[in-house]
């Protein structure tokens, strides 16, 4: 088991008699609150890193104790974080242990402005000022050594666990940690360039595997406490519905009964086993008020979708004078793309275990973002956010759902109402697909010049994203325009706008959020454009990066790469090649998907991705992490589709949501461009690139442009290639 400390928000409650700081604890009111935009690498000026006892412990024992800001949800979080620490600390890696970071400001992501595992923000938002508090640590557990030798700091060193001074001295960390502890926190420690590292550019084994191995890592549906409940839920099958009234007299007299608790949109019934709660609330009778999305269908959804391109929108990008180019071009292309809404699916459905006291409110429970549940909680019970303890649990799978707190705010919901026994609240797996917070459905209507050459002189896009707001940016562009108002080709003529036709579905950030489906749509239409000008793809689109600037540079590198070794330009007789290439979460990634297909079967025999991320931290979970995404992707592109009836979601379960098999797993090579660049994206971009690759690939065996997903939508089934 991973070793569990008491860390409250509060920074006096970090220490514990086992465990010794390794940092001052004078520099606990240093806590540092970086600008929600700082970018990764940027100068930190004068401030002093956030208090290095918040993140770090180091015992007697010289075991060290990294507590990680971000989550482990299979991204490899739990190994990453202590890496970037541990790199400066010049700590032993076989003494570490990791555990999750209490709800509290201080582990407020730099970049990213919140305490949330999302966005492809752990690495790159906390690569220097983790680095920065190892960094800290170190340089006073130096001194502390230095002090007890009489002799200045400046004559020791620190590696391996260990700090050597003049002559053969030498003493472990934990021998000075107590002494370290009453140090002054530096104010700018010196960092390693990137040419010292010895930690980062590796890959050892992830920290969070043994548990997994040996069945001692505890998620969220393992927690069990003493006397506690079980809870399920049914909510309104109409998305946005509302509970009108209910008789649950029949579930009263089902065995292990304990309470039925009403919820604005459904109920909760209560019982001394989950099984229990499921059969009592099956007999609970309830009264439904479908709302305002009654008689919603998908096609109603795609109606709205593209009726909404006639809408001015907002602009977000507006280069030159598209509209005067592409009424002098020698050729135009117009083209309409669409995508459907998706369900987060994650394997372990949502729950989460609450106790509310006189003293407060606990909740143990996979989370994202720990201060989003802490705020749940906090807000269904009228109390100070101070007076709810969150115990954050392994996530199995979280994908952005995980990130949302409805969960959390039944569990604490249904707990109140038990005189202080905890209750367990878990959502069936139906439940868990009729309720998501789904990633939007989305179209997008393409126009485009070509000159006489063949060269690609305007571009116009019309973004339309359902129940996608402007996400924080008041007065800004629509951020569901990225990855399509944002490319870096070079094109003389562009102009983009974005509309949010708000239909009511509830909306929530899906894994690559829009590189999920905007690279489908831009990049197909690429695809397009240049089969129209009859050039090869690979050739249209590096002529298109033709800026002399880091970005341009940077996908060009990734795109050369895929030709390389995709074997562009010499495939496998009756095999054909797709390409798709772009920047995303501050990385830039492609694919090339190899194909043959035969009485509208496609078969994939081989997809090769390249990413230039920046620094590696650790390649082989980058590796991971493009080969996950790939696989999330692929999904989603050959089945993944939530449709409506009647304003209800009509999947229920795997069966008709279904995952992709073992067996059809294509094989998968993975290329990291070496790179010094600070850290990008690695978790989320891998999603992306697959979808266009996949349809332009199918277009050069078959001649059939793909413009909707998923691929069954087209009459066409799917199988991989056996090696």
């Known amino acids: 088991m991973r070793p569990r400390l008491n860390i409250g928000p509060e920074m006096s409650q970090i220490t514990r008699r086992d465990f010794v700081c390794a940092a001052g604890l004078s520099g606990l009111a240093l806590s540092l609150e970086l600008p929600a935009q700082q970018p990764p690498g940027m100068a930190f000026g004068p401030h002093p890193p956030r208090a290095p006892a918040a993140f770090l412990q180091i015992g007697e024992d010289d075991a060290i ?36 970071a209490a709800a509290a400001p201080i582990y407020n ?50 590696a391996n666990g260990m700090i050597h001074g003049p002559g053969k001295l030498s003493c472990s960390f934990g021998s000075v940690a107590r002494v370290a502890a009453r140090m002054p926190v530096p104010q700018q420690p010196q960092l390693k360039a990137v040419h010292q590292y010895t930690v980062i550019g590796t890959s050892p084994a992830r920290l969070d595997v043994a548990d997994k191995v040996d069945g001692s890592a505890r998620y969220g549906i393992d927690v069990r ?104 071009a020698a050729s135009t292309l117009e083209s309409v793309y669409e995508v459907p809404y998706l369900a987060h699916a994650c394997m372990e459905p949502m729950n989460c275990t609450a ?51 409805d969960f959390v705010a039944q569990a604490v919901a249904a707990a109140k109402t038990t005189g202080g026994r905890p209750v367990k609240l878990l959502w069936s797996r139906e439940e868990d697909m009729q309720h998501d ?52 080709y070079a094109i003389p003529n562009i102009k983009v706008t974005g ?23 831009m990049e197909g239409f690429i695809d397009e454009l240049a089969h129209k000008a009859g050039q090869d793809p690979y050739q249209f689109r590096r002529a298109l990066l033709s800026k002399d600037d880091r970005a341009t540079r940077r996908l060009r590198g990734v795109l050369d790469l895929l030709a390389e070794k995709s074997a562009w330009r010499n495939p496998p007789p009756g095999h054909f090649l797709g390409i798709a290439a772009f920047e995303s979460f501050g990385s830039y990634i492609g694919s090339v998907a190899e194909v043959s297909v035969k009485d509208r079967i496609v078969t994939l025999h081989r997809v090769v991705s ?81 979808a266009p690759a996949l349809a332009n690939a199918i277009f050069a065996a078959t001649g059939e442009r793909l413009r909707t997903l998923p691929l069954i939508r087209h009459q066409l089934s799917y199988t991989a290639a056996r090696t």
């Not at 789904?438 to 002189?457: H, N």
């Open 65 to 100: 104790t990294i507590i990680t800001p971000a989550v482990e949800m299979g991204q490899g979080g739990h190994t990453a974080m202590p890496m970037l620490i541990m790199e400066e600390l010049s700590g032993r890696w076989d003494m570490v242990r990791v555990i999750d």
């Open 109 to 158: 992501n730099p970049m990213f402005g919140q305490q949330i595992t999302a966005g492809s923000f752990s690495v790159r938002g906390w690569y220097t000022e983790l680095r920065r508090i190892g960094a800290a640590a170190r340089t006073m557990l130096v001194q502390a050594a230095a002090q007890r030798w009489s002799c200045p700091a400046g004559h020791c060193t620190a």
């Open 225 to 328: 406490l003493p006397d506690m409940l079980f809870a399920a839920v049914k909510c309104c099958p109409q998305l946005g519905g509302s509970l009108k009234s209910f008789d649950d007299s029949s579930a009263r007299t089902m065995p292990g009964y304990h309470s039925t608790v009403p919820l604005k949109d459904g109920v909760i019934v209560i019982a001394n086993s989950y099984w229990q709660a499921r059969k009592a609330l099956a007999q609970v009778r309830v009264n439904f008020d479908p709302g305002p999305l009654a008689g919603l269908d998908s096609k109603g959804v795609s109606e709205r979708l593209r009726t909404a391109f006639a809408e001015a929108g907002i602009t977000a990008r507006n280069d030159g004078n598209a509209e005067r180019a592409l009424s002098g």
């Open 355 to 405: 106790q509310v006291t006189e003293a407060g409110c606990e909740v143990w429970c996979g989370t994202q973002g720990p201060q989003t549940a802490q705020r749940a909680a906090a807000s269904v019970l009228g109390i100070p956010v101070e007076r709810v303890k969150v115990h954050v649990q392994y996530l199995g799978g979280g994908f952005g759902r995980r990130g949302e707190g």
């Open 437 to 488: 917070f789904y990633r939007p459905a989305a179209a997008v209507r393409f126009r485009a010049g070509l000159d006489s050459s063949g060269k690609l002189v305007a571009l116009e896009g019309k973004v339309v994203s359902a129940s996608a707001p402007n996400f924080g940016r008041p007065g800004g562009p629509p951020f569901f325009v990225e990855g399509i108002a944002d490319v870096p």
């Open 499 to 521: 509309f949010n036709r708000d239909i009511g579905v509830r909306f929530g950030f899906w894994r690559s959020v829009n590189s999920s489906h905007n690279p489908f749509m």
């Open 610 to 690: 390249a990413i230039d991320c920046g620094v590696a931290v650790h390649p082989d979970n980058i590796q991971a992490q493009m080969e996950g995404g790939m696989v999330f992707g692929l999904t989603a592109a050959l089945r993944g589709e939530i449709t409506l009836e009647n304003g209800a979601v009509t999947q229920t379960n795997f069966n008709d949501y279904p995952m992709l098999k073992l067996v059809e797993m294509p094989r998968t090579e993975c290329y990291i461009v070496p790179s010094t660049e600070s850290p990008g994206g690695v978790g989320e971009p891998g999603t992306g690139p697959i």
